[in-house]
Each structure stands twice: as structure tokens, then as C-alpha cells.
């Protein structure tokens, strides 16, 4: 049996399951309809196949070209608030998120405080306790 006939099959189901499921005799609703059963609920299907000329061309993946962009952002974030923190008692980001946290909240549970950074535990009493030597937090 060719292949052209299976796919015939296959799509021959697929129609069946868009008429169970109330849809229309609409070109564009099967098409969205088809999109969501065969891309969006097995993401299997969207990896790429490797080859040379593609990772020549790596940029022209979206997901590569966003991820570029993010870890740059990141880093220029980074840089610069190092830079407008310097001179000053706090000496991270975390710490300056912790404070802000504060002021527009008032006091909060330690824990609370942690998760709303998504921080873990350790992490967060960590910085805490940095807050609390350099006196720019009380524990009440």
C-alpha cells in the first residue's frame, strides 16, 4: 500500500474526529483543528531533524533567535545594575527586590517574602540575613 493511500486514511480519521467534535464544513476550521490534533498535543512533532546545513543556519530557528536575545538582555541587565548598585549598601538584585518588596508591602513572613521572589528557602534566608547585617531590615 503507497503511502499516499495511509495518509489518505489517516486524514480520512481526522475528519471523522472533526465531525464528532461539532465542526463545521470549513476549510480553515480543519485546518486549525488538524494544526491542534497533530502539532500542539504531541510536541514530538515539532523537533527538527539535524543536519549541516541547518546548524549553519542555527538563527533561523525562532526559539534560538529568542533565546539569543534573552540571555543578552540578560547579561546587559545584569551589567547595569551592578553598576547602579555600586556606591550603595545593596550589593545584588536579589536584595534590591527584597527591599522594594518591602516597601510597597510592609512586613511580611520570611516566607512569604522568599516565594514571592520565586526563590528557594536557602537561597532567600540568605539574602535575608545579608539585609539583616547591613541594618537595612529589622526582624519584628
Known sequence: MSDNIELIRQLLGF???????GGKADIKEFALFLRDK?????????EYDFNLENYQNYKSYPEVEFSTLLTGLFRFAKFYIKKA????????L???????????????????????HLLEISSGSEVLKR????????ES
Open 15 to 21: 475528519v471523522q474526529d472533526f465531525e464528532n467534535e
Open 38 to 46: 497533530t502539532i500542539l498535543e504531541n510536541p514530538a512533532n515539532l
Open 85 to 92: 548598585l555600586s556606591g550603595t549598601s545593596i550589593k545584588t
Open 94 to 116: 536579589d536584595e534590591f527586590g527584597f527591599l522594594a518588596t518591602l516597601l510597597r508591602n510592609g512586613s511580611l513572613l520570611k516566607n512569604e517574602l522568599i516565594n514571592s
Open 131 to 138: 539585609l539583616i547585617n547591613s541594618g537595612l531590615v529589622s
